[in-house]
């Protein structure tokens, strides 16, 4: 652990196009700051990097890595901690498998991933590659509660520049669809552990003839703690899927799925290949045991069942003829790609519930189908627990038409998530029964604290929210209202079992600090109405959350307000002193790389990593005393605004400014306000003869930027470009990079 600290700042090593970005925006970031004796270092929390990580036995001296997660876990727990978090890949089963074979071609001896372990060194490969799924760092870091908002200079920039929003109609066919029950929402029980029942727990389920298998064990559960369990049926998911199949297919609508594969990395991959099979059920009717023979798992998505079908000799002509006539009979699909063919139900991964929702209701409640056609479309959630967000958001904008940018408020946000609070489907305690029985939580004194009757199938799952993430998270809505005076809610729904347990820990808090008229508790259905309301009048509120509704709503209400989620504030208060900065969502970032690839533009706007890095600056001065760092932070600031004021943001157009020229504009503003403030006299001379280089320089800088796009650009690697051709092609212009370097 000493290396750590010897860096004043941390900037995280991640994937795809924020990555790609770093390598253009990080040398400036560490020029700047060496003035003020900041230095600034990196962790690799990449996909690559962390398998490298976790198998370093075959491989040689220089290709192993350090466990940074593991590292930055530690770390986070300290005061000392300043980490500016760039977004990682979630990843799903298909994109672990590719990142794997990425690997290994480029020399990495590391395992295949072990679709169907049969033995115990299969399975124990299996659980290390398991640990890398999903959600897999967010958990490790957030070991404090979500501050998120718009920051002031991105609001009015956005309202003085609206962004397109499609036009609703009362007559819009678009809805949610949801389970009317047997989901996990109607089947949750909750608690909170006594002194008494407190230490470690097991999960067990016991089969029809009483036997017992232990599914967990050693689960440690602390005095204080609100424990959930709930269970969805597999039978009644199947029957609503073709239920709202055929209703899509009457209302002449798009179908439509809306999941969180790769957060809810256990549960909704299973709900997709449900999705899959029901989509497919004649077929699977008639071919199950040849496409089974073939490997086709449906949790995989269609993608991989038709690369499966379609390269078999024996089999594979029928079946794609069967799936050709299943698809014929069928509502039209909501694509993710029309042009590549790419639909809904393709790649778990690929549609992300708080990405492609926003989207939907952004464009008016329209999708795109196979032809291109944009149409309203019928937006399938299983699970009922947040699915009413998005229903009542397209029900109020049906009856009132789009949001107003010029003169919305906006929605912040205070997220319960500190110590893997409300981690729901993406850990260890969630398991697809295997066969009819039950599935109960035996505690340590012995007692049962939960018990259900499932069928096979079932998915059932149990998470915790820990008393002092609980009561951290009450404090910091409490600090947010107070310096904002805003309309401040807790989206908590007395009818649920798990919110009705934190309503116990919130309502004594209110009580007790005197603040009690100045918030509200409103399930969320009503919470996004009065929201709704709010910033129609153009009025500010808090959203004061849980882990997955604060997942939802930061990505919800700044795409309405700001046209993108990644150009939020994003801080999270380390419960221990220290500041992560995050830099916002990383949804889109796939289309980007594939931009770059071909075009050499990358549109990634890096609003979220100027925002984050004048936060951390900022941070360090109050943290460590360096006056310096707060000068470096404020004019990080000017430049943010600058980069807004002035429309220096990326294009998505090849051959117009993309990242890279965003970026020059930024160190340029930078040096300029570095120049102009009269705090410190020693950085104002230091960086006139930069701001004076860079202004001078511009006409040769742009042309330099603008030259190197057009044609393909090889990276060496999706999951691990080489370090090599990615600086190559990310820092084009000579004249920069000589100032920079300089």
Same mark, same amino acid.
Request: proline residues 4%; glycine residues 8%.
């Given at each position: 652990?000493?290396?750590?600290?010897?860096?004043?700042?941390?900037?995280?090593?991640?994937?795809?196009?924020?990555?790609?970005? +770093?390598?253009?925006?990080?040398?400036?970031?560490?020029?700047?700051?060496?003035?003020? #004796? !900041? +230095?600034?270092?990196?962790?690799?929390?990449?996909?690559?990097?962390?398998?490298?990580?976790?198998?370093?036995?075959?491989?040689?001296?220089?290709?192993?890595?350090?466990?940074?997660?593991?590292?930055?876990?530690?770390?986070?727990?300290?005061?000392?901690?300043?980490?500016?978090?760039?977004?990682?890949?979630?990843?799903? !089963?298909?994109?672990?498998v590719a990142a794997i074979e990425e690997l290994q071609a480029q020399g990495y001896d590391i395992p295949a991933y072990p679709e169907e372990p049969r033995t115990d060194a299969e399975r124990a490969t299996r659980a290390r590659y398991d640990a890398l799924k999903g959600s897999a760092v967010n958990p490790v870091l957030r070991e404090g509660n979500s501050d998120r908002r718009a920051a002031r200079a991105v609001k009015n920039y956005a309202?003085?520049?609206?962004?397109?929003?499609?036009?609703?109609?009362?007559? +819009?066919?678009?809805?949610?669809?949801?389970?009317?029950?047997?989901?996990?929402?109607?089947?949750?029980?909750?608690?909170?552990?006594?002194?008494?029942?407190?230490?470690?727990?097991?999960?067990?389920?016991?089969?029809?003839?009483? =036997?017992?298998?232990?599914?967990?064990? #050693?689960?440690?559960?602390?005095?204080?703690?609100?424990?959930?369990?709930?269970?969805?049926?597999?039978?009644?998911?199947?029957?609503?899927? =073709?239920?709202?199949?055929?209703?899509?297919?009457?209302?002449?609508?798009?179908?439509?799925?809306?999941?969180?594969?790769?957060?809810?990395?256990?549960?909704?991959?299973?709900?997709?290949?449900?999705?899959?099979?029901?989509?497919?059920?004649?077929?699977?009717?008639?071919?199950?045991?040849?496409?089974?023979?073939?490997?086709?798992?449906?949790?995989?998505?269609?993608?991989?069942?038709?690369?499966?079908?379609?390269?078999?000799?024996?089999?594979?002509?029928?079946?794609?003829?069967?799936?050709?006539?299943?698809?014929?009979?069928?509502?039209?699909?909501?694509?993710?790609?029309?042009?590549?063919?790419?639909?809904?139900?393709?790649?778990?991964?690929?549609?992300?519930?708080?990405?492609?929702?926003?989207?939907?209701?952004?464009?008016?409640?329209?999708?795109?189908?196979?032809?291109?056609?944009?149409?309203?479309?019928?937006?399938?959630?299983?699970?009922?627990?947040?699915?009413?967000?998005?229903?009542?958001?397209?029900?109020?904008?049906?009856? %009132?038409?789009?949001?107003?940018?010029?003169? =919305?408020?906006?929605?912040? %946000?205070?997220?319960?998530?500190?110590?893997?609070?409300?981690?729901?489907?993406?850990?260890?305690?969630?398991?697809?029964?295997?066969?009819?029985?039950?599935?109960?939580?035996?505690?340590? %004194?012995?007692?049962?604290?939960?018990?259900?009757?499932?069928?096979?199938?079932?998915?059932?799952?149990?998470?915790?929210?820990?008393?002092?993430?609980?009561?951290?998270?009450?404090?910091?809505?409490?600090?947010?209202?107070?310096?904002? #005076?805003?309309?401040?809610?807790?989206?908590?729904?007395?009818?649920?079992?798990?919110?009705?347990?934190?309503?116990?820990?919130?309502?004594?808090?209110?009580?007790?600090?005197?603040?009690?008229?100045?918030?509200?508790?409103?399930?969320?259905?009503?919470?996004?109405?009065?929201?709704?309301?709010?910033?129609?009048?153009?009025?500010?509120?808090?959203?004061?959350?849980?882990?997955?509704?604060?997942?939802?709503?930061?990505?919800?209400?700044?795409?309405?307000?700001?046209?993108?989620?990644?150009?939020?504030?994003?801080?999270?208060?380390?419960?221990?002193?220290?500041?992560?900065?995050?830099?916002?969502?990383?949804?889109?970032?796939?289309?980007?790389?594939?931009?770059?690839?071909?075009?050499?533009?990358?549109?990634?706007?890096?609003?979220?990593?100027?925002?984050?890095?004048?936060?951390?600056?900022?941070?360090?001065?109050? +943290?460590?005393?360096?006056?310096?760092?707060?000068?470096? #932070?404020?004019?990080?600031?000017?430049?943010?605004?600058?980069?807004?004021?002035?429309?220096?943001?990326?294009?998505?157009?090849?051959?117009?400014?993309?990242?890279?020229?965003?970026?020059?504009?930024?160190?340029?503003?930078?040096?300029?306000?570095?120049?102009?403030?009269?705090?410190?006299?020693?950085?104002?001379?230091?960086?006139?003869?930069?701001?004076?280089?860079?202004?001078?320089?511009?006409?040769?800088?742009?042309?330099?930027?603008?030259?190197?796009?057009?044609?393909?650009?090889?990276?060496?690697?999706?999951?691990?470009?080489?370090?090599?051709?990615?600086?190559?092609?990310?820092?084009?212009?000579?004249?920069?990079?000589?100032?920079?370097?300089?």
């Amino acid at each position: 652990m000493a290396e750590t600290f010897k860096s004043d700042i941390l900037y995280t090593i991640v994937d795809e196009a924020p990555e790609l970005a +770093s390598a253009s925006f990080l040398p400036i970031i560490r020029a700047f700051a060496s003035a003020a #004796g !900041v +230095s600034v270092g990196t962790r690799d929390i990449s996909l690559a990097g962390r398998i490298i990580a976790a198998f370093p036995e075959a491989l040689r001296p220089e290709q192993r890595q350090n466990d940074d997660l593991a590292e930055l876990g530690e770390l986070v727990k300290t005061a000392e901690a300043n980490v500016i978090k760039l977004p990682n890949i979630s990843a799903s !089963v298909p994109q672990l498998v590719a990142a794997i074979e990425e690997l290994q071609a480029q020399g990495y001896d590391i395992p295949a991933y072990p679709e169907e372990p049969r033995t115990d060194a299969e399975r124990a490969t299996r659980a290390r590659y398991d640990a890398l799924k999903g959600s897999a760092v967010n958990p490790v870091l957030r070991e404090g509660n979500s501050d998120r908002r718009a920051a002031r200079a991105v609001k009015n920039y956005a309202q003085a520049n609206p962004h397109s929003m499609g036009t609703w109609s009362a007559d +819009s066919k678009t809805k949610v669809s949801s389970m009317p029950g047997s989901d996990f929402y109607a089947n949750e029980k909750s608690a909170t552990i006594t002194a008494a029942q407190a230490g470690d727990a097991r999960i067990e389920f016991v089969d029809a003839d009483g =036997a017992i298998t232990v599914l967990k064990d #050693g689960w440690t559960l602390e005095a204080g703690t609100v424990a959930d369990a709930t269970f969805m049926s597999a039978r009644a998911l199947a029957s609503f899927l =073709a239920e709202a199949i055929e209703d899509t297919k009457a209302d002449g609508t798009m179908f439509s799925l809306h999941m969180k594969a790769t957060m809810m990395k256990v549960s909704d991959p299973i709900i997709f290949g449900h999705a899959v099979r029901a989509w497919l059920a004649p077929v699977f009717d008639q071919y199950g045991d040849e496409m089974a023979a073939l490997g086709v798992n449906p949790n995989s998505g269609l993608g991989d069942l038709l690369e499966r079908v379609s390269g078999s000799e024996e089999h594979g002509a029928d079946i794609m003829a069967a799936i050709a006539a299943v698809t014929a009979d069928r509502p039209a699909m909501y694509m993710v790609d029309s042009d590549k063919g790419i639909t809904n139900l393709h790649v778990p991964s690929d549609v992300i519930i708080d990405a492609s929702m926003p989207a939907v209701i952004r464009a008016g409640g329209k999708g795109w189908d196979a032809n291109g056609t944009k149409g309203d479309t019928n937006c399938v959630i299983p699970d009922r627990c947040y699915a009413t967000v998005y229903d009542e958001t397209i029900n109020f904008f049906k009856a %009132n038409g789009a949001l107003d940018v010029t003169t =919305a408020g906006s929605v912040a %946000n205070v997220g319960l998530m500190a110590q893997k609070a409300e981690e729901y489907g993406s850990h260890p305690t969630t398991f697809e029964a295997a066969a009819d029985g039950t599935i109960r939580i035996v505690l340590a %004194n012995g007692d049962t604290l939960h018990s259900h009757a499932v069928e096979a199938g079932d998915i059932w799952r149990a998470c915790t929210a820990k008393q002092a993430p609980i009561e951290n998270w009450i404090q910091l809505a409490l600090d947010r209202q107070r310096l904002t #005076g805003s309309q401040a809610i807790f989206w908590l729904d007395a009818n649920r079992a798990h919110d009705a347990e934190l309503i116990k820990y919130v309502d004594p808090a209110l009580q007790a600090a005197g603040v009690a008229d100045k918030f509200q508790i409103m399930a969320p259905r009503d919470a996004t109405r009065a929201s709704l309301e709010t910033i129609t009048a153009g009025q500010d509120s808090i959203a004061i959350t849980g882990n997955v509704l604060r997942d939802y709503l930061t990505d919800l209400f700044p795409i309405l307000e700001l046209g993108t989620s990644a150009k939020m504030l994003s801080i999270v208060k380390l419960m221990n002193g220290g500041g992560l900065f995050e830099t916002g969502a990383g949804g889109s970032a796939p289309k980007h790389v594939q931009q770059l690839v071909e075009q050499n533009h990358l549109r990634w706007d890096s609003m979220g990593e100027f925002c984050a890095l004048g936060e951390s600056l900022n941070f360090l001065a109050d +943290s460590r005393g360096n006056a310096k760092a707060g000068v470096l #932070g404020a004019a990080a600031e000017v430049a943010t605004q600058g980069i807004l004021d002035n429309n220096r943001s990326p294009s998505r157009k090849v051959g117009e400014p993309d990242n890279r020229d965003s970026h020059y504009w930024f160190a340029r503003y930078w040096a300029e306000a570095l120049t102009a403030q009269s705090d410190d006299a020693a950085l104002a001379a230091h960086f006139a003869p930069i701001a004076q280089a860079l202004a001078t320089g511009e006409k040769t800088i742009l042309a330099e930027l603008a030259t190197a796009q057009g044609p393909a650009a090889d990276i060496g690697g999706y999951y691990k470009p080489s370090t090599m051709l990615k600086d190559k092609i990310m820092r084009p212009s000579k004249t920069l990079n000589d100032i920079i370097n300089a």
